[in-house]
């Protein structure tokens, strides 16, 4: 995830450069909420798939037919974990870099509103 210098000085900046800015930070949060959707959506995706071979896992066991291919199911869980841990470590992330920009975006809003612009 590429990361963007979230903290930035607005006192010095004249109303034409605050406003660039505060488009930039806004059309950079749209697309933060629209990875962060992505990876709901993969996160339930990923739980669905690790819930259907968890099932499935456990009914072969139940009929005592223990063979690779179980073992080897057995591996893909542990990766749907793996996916479904970074998953949510990158849902966490994104949702902190949304408020930071949704509070750059309030810092702007209110220096524009003080200069009379907006």
């Not at 059309?27 to 992505?38: A, G, P």
């Not at 073992?71 to 542990?78: D, E, I, K, M, P």
Request: glycine share 4%; charged share 35%; net charge positive.
């Amino acid at each position: 995830m590429k990361k963007q210098s979230i903290h930035k000085n607005f006192a010095n900046i004249n109303m034409d450069e605050a406003l660039k800015e505060k488009r930039k930070i806004d059309s950079h949060l749209v697309n933060l909420e629209f990875r962060k959707e992505q990876l709901l959506i993969l996160i339930e995706k990923l739980y669905k798939i690790s819930h259907q071979r968890v099932n499935l896992a456990s009914k072969e066991q139940e009929q005592n037919i223990i063979s690779k291919h179980i073992s080897n199911g057995g591996a893909y869980l542990f990766s749907i974990g793996d996916q479904l841990k970074q998953a949510q470590k990158s849902r966490k992330e994104i949702e902190k870099e949304i408020s930071d920009s949704k509070k750059q975006i309030e810092s702007l809003v209110k220096l524009l509103k003080n200069n009379g612009c907006e």
